[in-house]
């Protein structure tokens, strides 16, 4: 059965700091998704990653993928207020997901 | 991409009750999947609806309490049976529009009370 483990659970920063958000699975996966959750709102798509070693950028963030540690990091650079939100990894293929237990992301000014 | 419409946004609903949760898409998709997001917990997925055949339920979810419909290529429908307030949750529903972008795109969720 896949797991899917996300840590830290809470992460409370402050602006400016760099910090990495790590999410562990159990087996074998042809896909990997961050989303990022706001409160009260729905998911919104932030990387999806498909291959080892693929890294993807946007903005302040980056995201990487291990296949043979089973292991993606989402990196934050320089991080501002704008960025507090939950952040959840997702591991699955075309007909299953599932997801971590999620992140959530305080960025203090 | 997908743009997905879900009603009710939200309900509060009494105990034993029925509540049917609408998802419409703008495209056809194959993949239809309506997930759980109990409050402050990830996401659970309670089952995959593909047009043309039955749901296919994750462990821990029975067709009994959860009753999805699939008539079409836009459309699906989540009841929430014989409600307790152990339901009382957000459900999403989401699709994988498979066209090649490797993305699964979220409605805005039906936030759920049961008293």
């Known amino acids: 059965e896949l797991k899917v483990e996300q840590n830290p659970l809470f992460l409370s920063m402050q602006e400016g700091k760099n910090y990495t958000i790590y999410c562990n699975y159990s087996?074998?996966?042809?896909?990997l998704y961050w989303y990022r959750q706001d409160p009260g709102k729905s998911l919104e798509s932030l990387f999806v990653?498909?291959?080892?070693?693929a890294v993807k950028q946007e903005g302040r963030l980056m995201a990487s993928l291990d296949t043979k540690a089973r292991l993606s990091t989402l990196h934050i650079t320089a991080a501002v207020h704008d960025l507090s939100a939950t952040y959840f990894c997702?591991?699955?293929?075309?007909?299953?997901?599932?997801f971590g237990t999620g992140t959530r992301l305080k960025v203090l000014a | 991409s997908a743009v997905i419409s879900q009603k009710p946004s939200r309900d509060i609903c009494q105990r034993g009750t029925s509540l049917t949760i609408q998802c419409q898409v703008d495209s056809q998709v194959t993949m239809m999947f309506w997930y759980r997001q109990q409050p402050g917990q990830s996401l659970t997925l309670i089952a995959t609806?593909?047009?043309?055949?039955?749901?296919?339920?994750e462990s821990g979810f029975v067709i009994d309490k959860f009753p999805i419909s699939r008539p079409n290529l836009t459309f699906s429908t989540l009841t929430v049976s014989n409600m307790s307030p152990e339901d009382s949750s957000i459900y999403l529903c989401s699709v994988d529009p498979l066209d090649g972008q490797a993305k699964q795109f979220f409605g805005p969720g039906t936030r759920l009370t049961v008293l």
């Open positions: 087996t074998t996966s042809d896909r």
């Open positions: 997702a591991v699955g293929g075309t007909y299953k997901y599932i």
């Open positions: 609806a593909n047009q043309g055949s039955e749901a296919t339920y």
């Open positions: 990653l498909l291959s080892n070693g």
